[in-house]
């Protein structure tokens, strides 16, 4: 069922996860499509965002966003474009940066809308490089992170759309790069394509033996998407006033509680007293001050021109394979960041 | 065997313990006294400070500070006397701050050795309130911490020198400051000689329950001296952004290895990530520059003068007292800072 004028697609949280989400999780629902009132635009969404944090809004935890409910939409970022507007500073043709949700319409009064113009070059970038998760990689390496020129950066989910900029930022200040990613093709495309000094395949079997090789000066950063085993093979490594920004934890999202032991809690917080590490956790758009936006846009913009910085989307076709993309990007059979292309 | 001028007794490090160490992990040995040479002094050990990091200096783990060879004299800090001297600024009858060691006497040119005077009001506060545990806990508290007015801060081990001092503080600063000890005799003398506002006895079977109940605003500042079911109890309540200073984890430090499960470890991140925590550690002598001292020692004087800030010794008797001390400490048995009156 394809995008049309007439009919809203849309689809909800049905049930919350115990562990990974499965067919019983999300549901496609239809309606008609909403009439905006006075005040208010009409949006179709043309491009939709596909990011890990979704896993943590289908909990019913507290935590720092509120949980979508059950038979409520998913919460996501979208590109749509604007069919008809009474909202000011906003027309007919425009592109927008919008929190529609996984749905094909949605009205909105402006709130939380960023206007991308009538002809975007690149609109899709707005949810990626350009947006929260390029904004991510920035604002979390380099104010938290604060890598030094000379210094040892490791990052996981090296070939994802934060990783990659993490990787790619760092090695621009100065850095020995380290990604670590799941198979050789990712790892390839992480030190061919986009210039880390090496990439280690978390699969291998000597994973944390070939992670140590690549950093025989320890690590003076890591930058936190996953967890996991990964976790605890960099926790030997970390030097002396190591910083570690926590941005997520893939690994562990689909967790239904805590995993079997032995307890690595011991383990952490010794690596964080005897090494005076510092562990930080941000969340993007209240951790920093609002300043900070507009240096990641300017300097981000100039590094693509200049190409600097690469990066890489994966295009998943139709609003229908959301619920399967999303859950592959939990597993890691992702390729760079993941686009649903719903209209 | 009392000290004598004739033998050095000295306490060294006779085997590595694997988790709690016991009867043959130090053992006494003498031998003749040491003669000064040319630019150097005798230092006779007055007290011996007694501290939790020394349970590390008996690991050979990589860590900020050098472990204790096999054979070699136990580490710690003393106040001394100067018996005689060929070191500029130190004359016979000085009081000295010095890293003496587990033992009597101590030759030294001067290396680390502070100069108390030859009539100091109360020497033995040089190993406490106005010397390593006392500016653990200001510099801990006020530059990690950075505790605000009305905030709740919770500190573990409240009765110790570091936590007793952390909570006085941070009463000065306006928290709500709710301790956690041993026993109700710990717990009375925290809330009404030291004036904070609550204490839990962490021996209690609900202590997590009322350690919630006793924080009914969530915790803003945590600080970290013991790990253990004390940590695991604390991070549900922890708010948005709080502030973690990792200055000990005593609950651990006997451990022989990573303990059962579950592994708390995605508990600790989780919180870490959806709460924006920061977790720090920090070693008091290379983490905060040299001026926060001066602060430290300005600020403390004045605090203690106007009994703002109340201060507990455990003496212990004779230097053979101390290695049983040392395991006491390490399990809680003591009361207030524990200083050996070795001579």
Redesign the interface.
Known sequence: MPQTTETNRKIILASRPKGAPDDTTLRLETEAVPLPGKGEMLLRTVWLSLDPYMR?RMND????ATPVEIGGVMTAQVVAEVIESDVAGFSKGDYVLAPSGWQDWFVSDGTQVLNLGPEPQNPSWALGILGMPGYTAYAGLLKIGEPKPGETVVVAAASGPVGATVGQIAKIKGCHVVGIAGGAEKCTHVVETLGFDACIDHRAEDFADQLAAACPDGIDVYF?NV?GKV??AVLPLLN?FARMP????VA?YN?P???????????????????????????IF??FPAELYQEFARDMTGWLAEGKVRYKEQVVEGLEAAPQALYDLLEGRNFGKVLVRVG
Chains 1, 2 share one sequence.
Do not use: N
């Not at 926590?246 to 934890?249: A, D, F, K, N, Y």
């Not at 995993?259 to 005897?274: C, E, F, K, M």
């Open positions: 943590g935890a507290k935590s720092y936190e967890g976790l605890y002396p926590v941005c997520g934890m562990w967790l509680g805590l995993p079997d032991g032995p307890d690595h809690g011991p383990q952490i917080l010794s690596t964080i007293l005897r090494m005076k590490v510092k562990m930080q956790g941000f969340i209240d951790s």
